[in-house]
């Protein structure tokens, strides 16, 4: 219980009815809180016991009808230490299943292959300055499994005729990871690395793709954690919280009232070259990308990324809890902690419990998202943070039927479970076999 | 009970060519399915056939010359009709000669028509204002600081024959020069149909004539005085001398057929004289310029053993744009304006709308439904939408009268207005006009639709419309409506009641006719222009005059059909929306990244100005057998390279009223274009035209039947850039084409 005063105190503003972003009113603050912050704004930061021993288990019933804005940031960071934790060596999130155990004969599969390469809608490929794709792979955590296998959501005909209602339950979790190939010499200090197993790229229809028919592995690749998704379903909003992460140096933010010509920033970033113009960054290369050097495995272009809305937008309270909450964390974790290094970039949700229905789109309803509202990961979604529809979460994760289905599949109607693409994927191209961990 | 005879259909499109040689407009809906062919419809009729349509060979002349498309009227007879009709009217029979009317046998058939232009005496669509009809009500102009009320937007040419710049919403069209030196009218002809082989040219040296009824015979005009005034000149870098608007002869059954100009501009300087130097400021609105395209009435007379007939009411031509793609049927098209106009204010279909849309009204799937998720799924052939964009339409279209598996409306932007700034997920994705930034379907479209979302259809035909009216229907179907900025083939005038003849329950007029001034002829006088102001939006006292129609239309058409490939919304909507959508947020080079504008590019009119195509050249040299291949942009000739600038040189940097503000511009904004817009001018007939495959010569027998390709283009080598699928913005780079 401790965690929850806590947190409670510490992110203490205006409690409305709803999760609208306010202005701190100061005689709200907590007297303490304010002696111990000269702040006149919100105060939002992390709870000290974070930091003392192992990060306490996020708990969906955090959030109440009563919750602020910082709280959801608050259950995102604790979320993002807690699932980097090391367990039996491992990262806790990579003890968790992969998005292929959906299915029962598939259930048990936490090979964490990294498998990904296309930027989900844009088709592009986010390319690092070494000429190297930047990998994903998508994971589910135990409360996500259950519910599915539990529904048989992986059986199309059930999915199809599943109550259009129902949403994800409390607990449920789904994570994107984003990670850069380490080059020979390359400075990782600031990085969390590990090697994992990649799936290599080679020529398909025309364009460097990874052979998803019969990919091709490659071994004990050493790659870094350059950003992470961590979306989360607390009590009540079954719409997901969709929380991002990133290494701090991946990018500059872009310059305020930027115009085409303008240099985003003056020096390198890891996947940023000094004095680039904002025209030539997050330049989608779907249709231009070519192999360099196939057997290197380097591409052309290289991609200079810039995100486009620092924190991923939202109000001033919304902005400002993150900027804290991010000092609060750097500073309350270990010198020695690697996660020092990684931030929040934002996270977005909806302004008051219970509000997902079917057939919803932000684009068409955008009274109820709040938070982060142009929420991207420059490495997951670099490429439509300058397309208005496509430049938040919910612009993709929505639940909009799905009325592209390839020949032989029926439409599939609007339903709150839309909002996993780790079902409609497997709707739409059924059961993925994951590959040998031979 | 007397037999009523109209003419067919009630306005017929031409569409001008820079050869002499044509084709016959088509009689078939764009896309429709055809019972028994692998063809859709939308197809061009080849010449001195009844309705074959014409293949890729015909496209163009034998010297590579764009064809012309002739607007063939017909006749047909009613003879069971009282004293009021109804719509639809069952039957009708077409009358030619040799036909019986009445028990008397039709020996020939005598037409008149009469062309004219008046776009350059016509006011702008002002592009800055985008405001549609909305700028013939009165509102408040301020102009140098002068404020007060006008009921028109500023009229072009408003120097002409000033000797200092003049207040374009002061300047009187009704002036005798204005109407003598800036109307092209070429004045009535007469063609009796047997001697109809002949073509009778709308031109300067061709005598004026009309059938006098009252005489019984064609009556010569010599006095009329037949106007163009920029008949002279030397032919320079596209603006060539306009002597001529077009012709018109008879099929050997005695079926009309008027053909238009030879898609040619014109420049003249404020004294009226040929100037080919004058720039291309505009994509609408060009002062000094003129064009060959032009429309007027057509009426006929029966002619018997021992009389006449006249036909008592008139059918109107229009000659227009080429259709470079004329089975890409439109989400909306004019068909769905038109007939709303005429739904909602003339008492069309009381059973459909009276008041309000009637609840108890079925749509029929075949006729109300799927014409609409058809053109959805059409708008492939002519755009880059994404493979997933594709995939969903061809969803849509497969869907069939029985209610749809998921909630179609969840798509569908609402005309009602309350969804004006939505865009993606919303359906249509092509813009909007009259301060509307996004398309929507027409009211009864978004209707029908709705109602067979809920399962409220009809499992019975409904009357099928006679074949005269169903001519009617067809030509308007296969034009654009919806964005009438201006548009191609018409503008926003369709949605005014003032346009037509209301009195369309008298058999003797019948639906969707223009109100057509009474021209007398007789009355015509050398060197008294003949056509006044004529018909102005909003205005019930004004009639229709010949050049009434086509001058809304851009001056010269090449400029704007240039330019509507792609662009952001206007206005603009703050984003995400709020307040009130028609406020504009234009793009900036300060708030272009902010996210609170849209920098999306999209659709101007997908269905008849083709951006992005796949060729049938390509499709055949692509090493995956029959697999579509990389598209191109329609428009990709020399000088189409993007720009971050429109190049305009000699535009005035200041207009009259309110000085332009610079705008922002990118490369992105002017791909598929020609970057100088005097290049149109000279390379319109360039541009390829998308036809179905098996109506493309040379089609291999295996390959897909649905496919539509470009053929005919002239565009020996790309010189555009690379074709990137939606969504583009433009902040985005560009390429080169692949080759």
Known sequence: ?438 | MKTSLRIHPAIGFARVGNSKDYYLGPETMAASPIAGSDLTGGLPIQKGTEDTPITSAEVRDSEGKLKRQAARFKIYQYPTEGEKITYPTPGGEEVVIGSMVDGKKVIDIIWTAHLGNKKANCWEIDEDANEGIALYKPHKVTCKGDTFEASTPPLRNPDYKASEPQNPYKVNPADPTRLKELIIDAGPRTIKASNGSTPIAFNNTTQASYYDTTKCRIKPIPQYPIQFPLATGTPTNGSDPIDYLGEMLTEPNGRLLVLGGHGLACAFNNQGEFDPNQPLCKDVDNNNWMDDTSDGPVTAVLVFDDGIQPIPGSAWVVATDPSYAPQTLNVVSLWDDVYNTWLENFNLRPDIYNGGYVDSYKPYFEDDVFPTLNAAHMQMWNTNLPSNAITAHQNMRGLTQEKPPIDVMQFIRNPDGSQNANGAPLMPLSLGDAAQSFLTLSEQQYSFLEKWNNGDVSDTPPIKLGPGEQLDKTVLVNCLGGRFSPGIDLTFIVRDVNLYNSNWNDPAVGPFRINAAKLSYATAQADQPFLGIGYTPLDPSLKVEPGDLCKFMAVPWHTDYNSCATHTPAPNPAHPPTGDPSIDHPVTDTNVFTGTVNTTLFWSWPAQRPVAVYTFEDLMANTDRGQLPEQRFSVRGEGTEAQAQLSSPGCPVTGYCNPPEPSFDSKAMNVGRYQDRRNILTNWMRIGVIMQGPAIEGYPDDFDKDYYLEVASLFEKDQSNKVIFWPNTVSDNVFPPED
């Not at chain 1, 799936?199 to 091709?216: A, F």
């Open chain 1, 1 to 438: 219980m401790l965690f929850f005063t806590l947190s409670l105190i510490a992110c203490k503003e205006n409690k409305q009815d709803s999760y609208d972003d306010v202005t701190a009113d100061d005689s709200n603050v907590d007297k303490e809180l304010t002696l111990a912050r000269t702040s006149t704004d919100a105060i939002c930061v992390a709870p000290a016991e974070w930091f003392t021993g192992p990060v306490p288990t996020p708990d969906p019933g955090f959030i109440t009808s009563a919750s602020n804005n910082c709280d959801f940031h608050l259950l995102s960071w604790q979320y993002f230490l807690w699932l980097t934790e090391e367990v039996d060596g491992k990262l806790r999130f990579e003890t968790m299943f992969t998005n292929k155990a959906i299915t029962p004969e598939y259930q048990n599969d936490t090979y964490h292959v990294l498998d990904i390469v296309e930027q989900a809608l844009s088709k592009g490929m986010l390319v690092d300055q070494n000429g190297r794709a930047v990998y994903s792979s998508i994971i589910i955590n135990d409360v996500f499994q259950k519910f599915v296998l539990e529904n048989k959501l992986y059986d199309r005909e059930t999915m199809e005729a599943f109550d259009p209602n129902i949403g994800f339950p409390p607990g449920s979790l789904t994570l994107k990871t984003s990670w850069k190939i380490v080059q020979e010499g390359e400075d990782t200090s600031k990085l969390f690395t590990q090697n994992s197993d990649i799936e290599l790229l080679t020529m398909v229809n025309g364009e460097p793709r990874i052979d998803k028919d019969n990919p091709t592995i490659q071994k004990d690749v050493e790659v870094a954690l350059v950003g992470l998704h961590v979306a989360f379903v607390p009590d009540g909003h079954a719409e997901f919280v969709w929380a991002t992460f990133e290494f701090d140096n991946n990018a500059p933010d872009f310059p305020k009232d930027a115009g085409l010509n303008t240099p985003i920033s003056a020096d390198d970033w890891l996947f940023y070259t000094a004095n680039t113009t904002a025209q030539d960054v997050n330049t989608d290369n779907a249709g231009i990308l070519a192999f360099k050097d196939q057997a290197a495995q380097t591409l052309t272009p290289i991609t200079q990324v810039a995100r486009q809305f620092k924190n991923g937008g939202g109000s001033d309270t919304n902005q400002s809890n993150i900027t804290q909450l991010n000092a609060s964390v750097k500073d309350s974790l270990d010198v020695g902690s690697i996660w020092r290094n990684y931030f929040e970039v934002g996270a977005v949700w909806f302004n008051a419990p219970d509000l997902l229905k079917p057939d919803w789109n932000p684009n068409v309803v955008d009274s109820i998202v709040t938070g982060s509202k142009m929420l991207s990961n420059a490495t997951i979604e670099t490429f439509t943070q300058k397309i208005v529809s496509e430049n938040q979460c919910f612009s993709c994760h929505n639940t909009n039927a799905m009325t592209d289905v390839p020949s032989g599949i029926n439409m599939l109607g609007g339903k709150n479970i839309n909002l996993s693409h780790v079902l409609l994927k497997n709707y739409i191209e059924g059961t993925e076999a994951p590959p040998s961990n031979n």
